[in-house]
């Protein structure tokens, strides 16, 4: 049987995702040794932490994977012709991607199902990166002025979270409030961040910035408000007072739990049912064995 080693060059912050946690098929061998780069069938590089870590020359029948769930606008020194020519795979968000990998979990099937409970605020935000390339940082600010936003994030904090358990601390607060700031670092197709499903899951109703294609990924109708409907801030805060006054059409962001996913949300849901390495793998076979020689008979 034949085998391809695969070493991931360097980790994704710390960590390789679910990697650890798969049943590794018996044709794929992983290592993190970078000693192996010269002898590996394939390399995976997370780009964002690159960096970190030297530079190599690329073996003949090499295939080199460029692997990020961050926005490319946020890194744009890594989609130079140059860097671009070095890569055979690409693995990040974008749907067009050969292994695309959305910010969407299987989990998300029975979560996103929760019903929306009692409400006792109005508006919240969890912003905290410095990264700001959709300038949400200035349009929180604007806002803040205009509504009662609580803000437990760094920027602009002014509410504190006490006995912090991770996502689902997060996920307690957001389940109290009418609506959530789900404002995107950047402003790029196909990048739509926890930022926006966390107040799905949670039975807020996202106020979100972000991808133009929002609409195409969302899981249903009418179950979020897109910053891009607003010509100015103040419109934008005056929709979500009229909003706050009118329980039935604010009962209406959740009809959509009650009704079939839309088709391609759905899509992207069944894609991720097979691991995202596991799909990587099945596509090295593939390419792999499209370049081997015939065997002789």
Known sequence: MRTYTILFYNTMWGHLGDLDELQIPPDIRIEKDISLAPVADVIVFH????????????????????????????YPYLYTPEIQALFDVHMTYRLNADITVPYILPAYREELRR???????????????????????????????????HSYGKVFNNRKITGDNGRQTKLDIIARYKFTLAFENAVATDYITEKFYDPLIAGSVPVYLGAPNIRELAPGNHC??????????????????????????????????????????????????????????????????????????
């Open 47 to 74: 780009m964002p932490t690159l960096e970190r870590a030297p530079l190599l020359t690329k073996q003949p029948g090499q295939l080199w994977v460029f692997w990020t769930l961050e926005c490319d606008l946020n």
């Open 115 to 149: 019903k929306s409970g009692p409400k006792d605020g109005f508006v919240n935000a969890f912003i905290s990166s410095g990264i700001n390339g959709s300038k949400r940082n200035e349009y929180l600010q604007e806002l803040m002025q205009l509504l009662d936003v």
């Open 224 to 297: 979020f408000i897109n910053v891009a409907d607003f010509n100015t801030a103040s419109a934008l805060a005056a929709y979500l007072l009229e909003l706050d006054r009118n329980e039935d059409e604010y009962g209406r962001f959740f009809d959509w739990k009650e009704q079939a996913f839309a088709p391609d949300f759905s899509a992207l849901l069944d894609m991720q049912e097979i691991p995202t390495f596991i799909r990587l793998f099945d596509l090295i076979r593939k390419m792999k064995e499209a370049n081997e020689p015939p065997k002789k008979i």
